[in-house]
C-alpha cells in the first residue's frame, strides 16, 4: 500500500528545523505483514525527546529512517501466525520488544532484552524483516522496530500490547514511552513506598509522569526540578511540594538545605550529564540515584566513588521503566482510568505530518510537554 511517512534523511542538521527540515515527508510503499507481524492505522503519536535525539544525531541510526517510537494504533490486518490480536483491535505500541527466551526475557527483565540493540542497529523489525521503501524502489529503515510518523505502520506482534478501545488512544499513545518510563521508574525501578521523600530531575513528558506516579504511590514529599519556570508551575499544581529551578549554581546546595541533607530516592529524566550531575548532588545518604534519560551515547558522568561506599549511595539506569509490557501497561491504564495517571493534562497540541519539523523546534526549546502527530488528520 502507499502511505505518507516523515523520512529522516541525515541526522544532525541545524535548528530551527521549519528551515532546514531534516523530515521529509513523502509518499511511500508500505509492504503488508508477515508472519509474526501486523499492519496497525497509527492514531497517535507522541514526539518525544529520544527522537530529537535522533534528529540530533545523538544516537546514530541507519539511514533513511522512518522514526516515532511512542504510539497507539487501530489494527487493520494481521499476518500469519497471529491468533490473539484481530483487525479492529486496539494496541499500544512498545519500543522495546523482546524474544521471550533469553535470559533477561525469563528473569522478568524483558526491557534489557538485547535482541531489540540488533534489530534497532539494522534498521529492522524484529523478525528480521523490512516493510518500508521509498516508490524507487529505495529500502527504508524501520526505528525502534516501529516508526510511526507515519500513516500505517507493521510492527511485529512482540511489539504491541492490546486495550480496552474504550480508552482514548491519542492518551494510549503516551503509555508507549512517556508513562512506562517515567511512571514506571518510580514504581518498578525505585519501588517507590508510601510517605517516601523523592525527587524529579527534568520534567518533560517523562518527569511529569514520574510526577504523576509519586503522587499515586503516595509520596510524602515530592521534590520537581526544572529549567523552566513554567514547567515547575504545573508541578506544583500537580502534586509537587517542592519545585526549584534548574541552573542556578546553588541549586543542589539550596535542596539539601530543604530536604536535611538530600532525598532517599532521586530520577533524573533530562538525559543531560548536568542533570544527572545534580540529581547525583541531591542524593541523600544511603540514597538512590535513578537514570531514565539517555544523553549523548558516548556521554560520561563522574562522582566521588569514595562517598557512594562510605555513604552507602547507589547509582542505577532504568530503561523503559523497567516495565514488562504486557502486566505494567494495564496497571498503567487502570490508573488513569482512575484519574491517578492524568495523562491528558501533558498534550500540548495535536500536530499533522506537515507540522513535524516545527513541532521538534517547539520540542528542542523545551516550552512544551506532549505533541501528539495525527497522521491521519
Not at 171 to 185: E, K
Not at 212 to 221: H, Q
Not at 324 to 339: F, K, M, Q, S
Request: one cysteine or more.
Amino acid at each position: 500500500m502507499r502511505m505518507k511517512a516523515a523520512i529522516l534523511f541525515e541526522q544532525g542538521k541545524p535548528r530551527p528545523y521549519a528551515t532546514s527540515r531534516p523530515m521529509v515527508v513523502e509518499e511511500v510503499e508500505l509492504e503488508g505483514p508477515g508472519p509474526g507481524e501486523m499492519l496497525i492505522e497509527v492514531a497517535a503519536a507522541g514526539l518525544c525527546h529520544s527522537d530529537l535525539s535522533t534528529i540530533e544525531n545523538q544516537r546514530p541510526r541507519p539511514l533513511p529512517i522512518v522514526i516515532g517510537h511512542e504510539g497507539a494504533g487501530i489494527v487493520r490486518e494481521v499476518g500469519p501466525g497471529i491468533t490473539d490480536i484481530k483487525p479492529d483491535d486496539h494496541v499500544v505500541t512498545v519500543f522495546a520488544p523482546s524474544c521471550g527466551n533469553c535470559r533477561y526475557c525469563v528473569r522478568g527483565r524483558p526491557n534489557i532484552c538485547p535482541t531489540g540493540n540488533a534489530f534497532r542497529a539494522a534498521g529492522q523489525l524484529p523478525t528480521g524483516s523490512r516493510r518500508l521503501k521509498r516508490l524507487d524502489g529505495t529500502p527504508i529503515n524501520h526505528n525502534s522496530g516501529l516508526s510511526l510518523f507515519a500513516q500505517y505502520a507493521v510492527v511485529a506482534r512482540r511489539s504491541a500490547v492490546k486495550i480496552d478501545r474504550a480508552i482514548p488512544l491519542d492518551d494510549a499513545a503516551i503509555f508507549g514511552c512517556a508513562v512506562m518510563t517515567g511512571a514506571g521508574a518510580v514504581l518498578n525501578t525505585a519501588r517507590m513506598e508510601a510517605g517516601a521523600a523523592i525527587a524529579v530531575v527534568g520534567l518533560g513528558g517523562v518527569g511529569m509522569n514520574a510526577l504523576f506516579a509519586a503522587v499515586a504511590g503516595g509520596a510524602e514529599r515530592i521534590v520537581a526540578i526544572d529549567t523552566n519556570q513554567a514547567k515547575l508551575e504545573l508541578a506544583k499544581q500537580w502534586g509537587a511540594t517542592d519545585v526549584f529551578l534548574a541552573g542556578n549554581e546553588d541549586c543542589a546546595a539550596q535542596v539539601r538545605a530543604a530536604t536535611d541533607g538530600g532525598l532517599d530516592t532521586v530520577i533524573e529524566t533530562a538525559g543531560s550529564i548536568p542533570a544527572m550531575q545534580l540529581a547525583i548532588a541531591i542524593t541523600a545518604r544511603g540514597g538512590e540515584t535513578i537514570s531514565a534519560g539517555l544523553p549523548n551515547i558516548n556521554a560520561q558522568v563522574s562522582y566521588l566513588h569514595a562517598n557512594m561506599v562510605s555513604e552507602e549511595r547507589s547509582i542505577r539506569g532504568s530503561y523503559m521503566g523497567s516495565c514488562v509490557p504486557e502486566r505494567d501497561l494495564p496497571r498503567l491504564l487502570g490508573l488513569y482510568r482512575r484519574g491517578k495517571l492524568p495523562v491528558d493534562r501533558l498534550k500540548t497540541s495535536n500536530i499533522t505530518l506537515d507540522q513535524i519539523n516545527e513541532g521538534f523546534d517547539l520540542l528542542s526549546e523545551g516550552t512544551v510537554l506532549r505533541q501528539m502527530l495525527r497522521p491521519n488528520a
